[in-house]
């Protein structure tokens, strides 16, 4: 079974992981590894994959197994699946033996020749994203054991969170970098300012037309001739601080 820290809060470890992962990709592997483990218990083998949907299309982006890349590959290029009918519905999604299964009769029919047997598709539930799944594959036929299907079901909640987490990180990171992009605009465009005033002897409304009328006449960015106007001045750049929060 899967580790023991996972069970009644298996959150935390996948937290964890994506904290110890370089990007979200590493931390998706991860997780398909934790569900093949776990899947793959008292079997022959089990593949796992997880589908995100890009760019309104949906993509494998990892996986344990080139067989469940295979298998996913035929529900992009039929449209129909376990796997893109969990991810439309937001429900988990099983087939109990692939030899008998009426749904999705394109699909069916292409992995007719297919080793696996059965199929559990688990919902990865993203508010701000367009959708995922984690896949899984086994040899077997049969429904997945309970105990099983409740692990499953809590990596994917889990994981739905962790992602959620990196996303807002990640928002968070472009709006301090934006906030901090801004304030060194305004730094060079004052700084240049008052390097005008006390050149001309103007004030800081006609020294700010200058700028304004320099951006224009040179279809360059005000903070751009910002920073020639200083380079002129001084061969520093200017520089804002900000205290890590």
């Given at each position: 079974m899967?580790?023991?820290?996972?069970?009644?809060?298996?959150?935390?470890?996948?937290?964890?992981?994506?904290?110890?992962?370089?990007?979200?990709?590493?931390?998706?592997?991860?997780?398909?590894?934790?569900?093949?483990a776990?899947?793959?218990?008292?079997?022959?083998?089990?593949s796992?994959?997880?589908?995100?949907?890009?760019?309104r299309?949906?993509?494998?982006?990892?996986?344990?197994?080139?067989?469940?890349?295979?298998?996913d590959?035929?529900?992009?290029?039929?449209?129909q699946?376990?796997?893109l009918?969990?991810?439309?519905?937001g429900?988990?999604?099983e087939?109990?033996?692939?030899?008998?299964?009426?749904?999705w009769p394109?699909?069916v029919?292409?992995?007719?020749?297919?080793?696996?047997?059965?199929?559990?598709?688990v919902?990865?539930?993203l508010?701000?994203?367009?959708?995922?799944?984690?896949?899984?594959y086994?040899?077997d036929?049969?429904?997945?054991?309970?105990?099983?299907r409740?692990?499953?079901?809590?990596?994917?909640?889990a994981a739905?969170?962790?992602?959620a987490?990196?996303?807002?990180?990640?928002?968070s990171e472009?709006?301090?970098r934006?906030?901090?992009a801004?304030?060194e605009s305004?730094?060079?465009i004052?700084l240049?300012?008052?390097?005008?005033?006390?050149?001309?002897?103007?004030?800081?409304?006609?020294?700010?037309?200058?700028l304004?009328?320099?951006s224009?006449?040179?279809?360059?960015?005000?903070?751009?001739?910002?920073h020639?106007?200083?380079?002129?001045?001084?061969?520093?750049?200017?520089?804002t601080?900000?205290?890590s929060?």
């Amino acid at each position: 079974m899967v580790d023991s820290k996972l069970i009644g809060t298996r959150t935390d470890p996948l937290i964890d992981v994506l904290l110890d992962s370089a990007d979200m990709k590493v931390f998706l592997e991860r997780l398909v590894e934790l569900a093949s483990a776990e899947l793959g218990q008292g079997t022959n083998g089990a593949s796992c994959s997880v589908t995100v949907y890009r760019n309104r299309r949906p993509v494998t982006v990892c996986s344990n197994d080139p067989e469940a890349t295979a298998m996913d590959e035929v529900q992009y290029a039929s449209k129909q699946g376990p796997c893109l009918e969990a991810i439309k519905s937001g429900h988990q999604v099983e087939v109990v033996d692939l030899r008998t299964e009426t749904r999705w009769p394109r699909y069916v029919a292409a992995v007719a020749e297919s080793p696996m047997r059965s199929v559990l598709a688990v919902p990865i539930v993203l508010k701000t994203y367009g959708g995922a799944a984690l896949n899984c594959y086994r040899p077997d036929p049969g429904p997945v054991p309970e105990q099983v299907r409740d692990t499953l079901l809590d990596l994917a909640s889990a994981a739905a969170q962790a992602v959620a987490l990196s996303v807002r990180l990640e928002s968070s990171e472009e709006k301090s970098r934006d906030l901090a992009a801004a304030m060194e605009s305004r730094t060079a465009i004052n700084l240049a300012t008052g390097v005008l005033m006390a050149q001309t002897g103007c004030g800081h409304e006609q020294a700010m037309e200058i700028l304004i009328k320099a951006s224009s006449n040179r279809n360059e960015k005000l903070r751009d001739v910002a920073h020639s106007v200083l380079a002129r001045f001084d061969n520093s750049s200017p520089t804002t601080h900000f205290d890590s929060v």
